[in-house]
């Protein structure tokens, strides 16, 4: 009981060190495959300055981005700072970012799936999924997540960061055709026509409309998700926090 | 009654009613026998505020407050709303509306009556009227404007509407977080401060925006309320009319956005994410906590931050939006905390906002 007090006995002097600054909301994928930063806080969000052009999948976390171009698959930090960058197979990626920094991303056109740890060359995790991968999520730091389609019906298949093999596999529930995003907590995110709903573990749904059909749903940031449409109708996001969930359009930087 | 009574009377009277002040909601005060402009309002109708103050030095009876114009009203604010005559004591006022229930477009005057003292009012009925959802604004917010007309027009006609965000007198502007946000393919959000022309087609109930070059258009433009108090004005030109409308976005307190709790060996980090629309956080205080809700560390640490948000406030980047990270250096077991209380106080309240260890 005694200890307590003492533990916290430097905490006075650290608080004096606090920093302000602006917050950080993640990134943003435009249509036309610039990257930026967001800045603000949800439905009052503000662009910054593109750092990277030519991506075709993206992911950001509060610590991490995961970036896939046309021929290389990037790992940046949370200021979009390039950190590493690896050749890819070209086309696009399902990425994921766990919430301990592994992260991982799954090649859609050679369908290879491989574990990104730091700063270190990926490591191939698989060589093939069965089905069509919509989306992957780290679930904690043993397994990843992978949502499938095979003959258009939905399973949620778990695997081994160790070994790549698959643990298990289980049916969805029924999910439209439209674009899909896996959290690491088994939430899925997916659009259904003019619809984006939210899917928890535990059954409970919710549903937003959306100015359109979403083509692509990505991590936008910390509890932030993305959602693209075809040309003609801005990007919006999607606020993902239990109980707070929202979708509110997102300004793009000017070009 | 003879002359000299006479201008005994006319100099009694001066003396009462110069007693009584009027003044509007904004607190634009009238001087006797000016002109109430109500301004340019829809076929909806309108209601304005106002107060009578007694501001001098003895008791004042009023016994005359009456409007007289067709499609005008007057009604005391008070429940039950006193009866006159009453007194009003001196520095005491008394509230009341006046409202305008037009029965179509066009111009409409009344006579305002405050005992022998009278004043024009007076306002343009219009076809269109400004439409703002949600109808009330407060910062971090979405919402939409429009402009709707309740009489559906005969002709095509063009207009512009006009935005300007006004911060409150000494209050501080330079907010890029609000704005209009411009539909696709722009998507972008323009300054706090512009016009964007508008359509109305024969026989359309509604306005249509042009907003890009190539003449696409929408019926309704998205704006950022920002982080910032203060006041959106709109304002609609059509033909030679115009009309305006306000919405105030009322100074609040902090609002804690996101809080992250992290923990880890010999340290606690915190990041604050939010606004304060007043700029004026002063005080800050971390109450951490354990899993069985025990305050640990004795209490609540504050910190003194106005320094700190003044600078950083002297030329923000969004508003009053900001992230606050903390670090605290812990010589001790650090797993014991479960959750933190953050509590912020600026000029307009306190506020407080609890969250947990981030999951793993």
């Not at chain 1, 086309?91 to 919430?99: Q, V, Y």
Request: net charge negative; charged share 10%.
């Amino acid at each position: 009981m005694t200890r307590i007090p003492a533990v916290f006995c430097l905490c006075v002097a650290a608080a004096a060190q606090a920093q302000i600054g602006v917050p950080r909301a993640g990134c943003i994928l435009d249509r036309t495959g610039s990257l930026g930063p967001v800045y603000g806080v949800p439905a009052i969000l503000m662009p910054g300055t593109a750092v990277a052009s030519g991506v075709i999948s993206a992911a950001c976390s509060g610590q991490l981005a995961l970036v896939k171009t046309g021929s290389a698959l990037e790992v940046r930090d949370s200021q979009l700072r390039l950190l590493a960058r690896w050749p890819a197979p070209p086309g696009p990626a399902r990425l994921a970012i766990g919430a301990n920094g592994a992260a991982a991303a799954y090649f859609v056109e050679t369908r290879e799936l491989v574990a990104i740890e730091g700063a270190l060359a990926p490591r191939s995790l698989r060589n093939a999924l069965p089905g069509a991968v919509l989306a992957i999520a780290i679930a904690g730091t043993q397994y990843l997540d992978a949502v499938v389609s095979i003959g258009g019906a939905a399973q949620l298949v778990r695997i081994s960061l160790a070994s790549g093999a698959i643990e298990r596999a289980a049916a969805l529930a029924e999910i439209a055709g439209g674009p899909v995003m896996l959290l690491p907590d088994g939430t899925l995110v997916y659009g259904d026509g003019a619809n984006i709903a939210i899917l928890r573990p535990g059954g409970a749904e919710r549903r937003f409309a959306l100015p359109a059909p979403a083509v692509s749903i990505y991590a936008m940031g910390n509890q932030l998700a993305g959602i693209a449409f075809a040309a003609g109708t801005g990007p919006v996001a999607l606020r993902l926090e239990p109980g707070r969930e929202r979708v509110f359009r997102v300004p793009e930087a000017a070009e | 009654m003879t002359g000299r009574a006479a201008i005994w009377m006319l100099l009694a009277c001066s003396a009462a009613l110069a007693q009584l002040q009027l003044t509007d909601s904004t607190g634009n005060a009238y001087a006797p026998g000016q002109a109430i402009d109500l301004g340019g309002i829809g076929t909806a109708g309108t209601t304005a505020a106002f107060q009578i103050t007694n501001t001098g030095t003895a008791g004042v009876t009023l016994n005359t407050l009456t409007i007289q114009g067709q499609g005008f009203s007057l009604a005391l604010s008070g429940t039950p709303p006193p009866a006159l005559p009453l007194t009003l004591d001196t520095t005491a006022s008394l509230s009341f509306t006046v409202t305008l229930t037009p029965s179509g477009v066009g111009a409409y005057s009344a006579t305002l009556s405050i005992n022998q003292n009278s004043y024009l009012v007076f306002a343009n009925v219009l076809p269109f009227h400004i439409a703002v959802t949600p109808g009330t604004l407060e910062s971090g917010q979405q919402a939409t404007v429009s402009v709707v007309f309740d009489v559906v027009p005969a002709s095509a006609d063009a207009g512009t509407l006009e935005w300007d965000f006004q911060a409150p007198p000494g209050g501080a502007a330079g907010d890029m977080g609000m704005g209009l946000l411009l539909p696709a393919p722009s998507n972008e959000l323009v300054p706090p401060r512009g016009s964007v022309a508008f359509n109305i087609g024969a026989g359309q109930n509604a306005a249509q925006f042009v907003i890009d070059s190539s003449g696409d258009t929408a019926a309704s433009l998205t704006f950022q309320t920002g982080s910032t108090a203060g006041t959106v004005l709109f304002t609609v030109a059509l033909g030679g009319d115009s009309t305006q409308a306000s919405f105030p976005i009322a100074p609040a307190p902090v609002w804690m956005d996101t809080i992250l709790l992290n923990t880890g060996p010999g340290a606690i980090t915190l990041d604050v994410s939010g606004w304060d629309n007043t700029r004026s956080a002063s005080q800050v205080s971390f109450t951490f906590l354990d899993s069985g809700g025990n305050i640990l560390g004795g209490g609540p640490i504050s910190a003194d931050v106005s320094s700190d948000f003044e600078e950083y406030f002297q030329n923000p980047p969004l508003g009053g939006e900001f992230e606050l990270r903390a670090a605290f250096v812990v010589t001790g077991d650090t797993s014991q905390v479960n959750s933190v209380t953050v509590q912020f106080t600026n000029s307009a309240g306190v506020s407080s906002a609890n969250a947990t260890i981030a999951a793993e």
